[in-house]
């Protein structure tokens, strides 16, 4: 059975979905956009109050590490927030009035089945080519931005493959074809990954700094500490490449360059003593905190439309 408290199944998590969609059907619709490379399908929720008009919208994804267990977890937490404090929390009520919010739970389904049956540290998608029998390619780093210039691997064993081609692999193939489609009203880019207590935004590909490197680093700033005013977890902020190390690759860069300016990569709980393998006892925490933060970023891009 599906519990926001435990590690759920993606074929627990999709059923979750539908039943999502089909019981607050004012508010969220169910959208597939894409197939995995083992024909699973790829699914995401759309949340916001119904209008005539086209709204702004956010778009927030989990899983694209397949042993990142806690982030799929944080964005079933962000739909039942939101589903539940919809016209009782003042923000929240404003915030899916004005805005729509695009949550992807899981984009590496495959992978993420993978980690249940086989191996619990999986990390990449599951596609196979000719000429190796290693699998998968790391889809962190399959996106256009700098492609498999720097922090990443051409070896298709390593677990930073980036892939052989940007965009090779399916599932990041049908997220950058979503973002795209809806680049004119997607204002900002949230996606969730584990772990190191992070949160990070442009470059990552390069030294470089970001066009808007003080406004995003001042949000940041704010929703860190807003993420730690409920159980004191600290987080560091900073741009990819010298606050984590240089990758290229990454959907945070891709989605920045495409003109989505509030693109943010969170690293979640903790700092390494369970590290991917976090308890179910913390995801409770663990998502109650990172609301805030996600909340307090909202806010700003709400201010700024
Ligand atoms: O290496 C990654 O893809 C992320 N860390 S993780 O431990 N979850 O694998 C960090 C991504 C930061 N952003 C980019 N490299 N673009
Ligand atoms: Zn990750």
Known sequence: AHSYEKYNSLETIQAWMSTMASTNAALVSKQVIGTSFEGRSIELLKIGKKTSTTKPAIFLDCGIHAREWVSPAFCQWFIKEAVSTYGADSQMTSL??????????????????HTFTTDRLWRKTRSRRAGTSCIGADPNRNFDAGWCTLGASSNPCSDTYC?????????????????????????????IHSYSQLLL????????????????????EGAASALRSLYNTRYTSGPGAATIYPAAGGSDDWAYDLGVKYSYTFELRDTGRYGFLLPESQIK?????????????????????
């Open 201 to 220: 935004f442009p470059y990552s590909y390069t030294y470089n700094l970001c066009k808007d490197h003080s406004e995003l680093l001042s949000v940041a």
């Open 285 to 305: 925490p663990t998502c109650q905190e990172t609301m805030l933060a996600v909340k307090y970023i909202a806010a700003h891009v709400q201010k700024n439309l």
């Open 163 to 191: 892939g052989s081609s940007p965009e090779s692999e399916v599932e990041v193939k049908a997220v950058a074809d979503f973002i795209r489609k809806n680049k004119a009203t997607i204002k900002a880019y949230l996606t």
């Open 96 to 113: 899916l009035d004005q805005m729509d919010v695009y949550v992807l739970p899981v984009i590496n389904v495959d992978g993420y089945v």
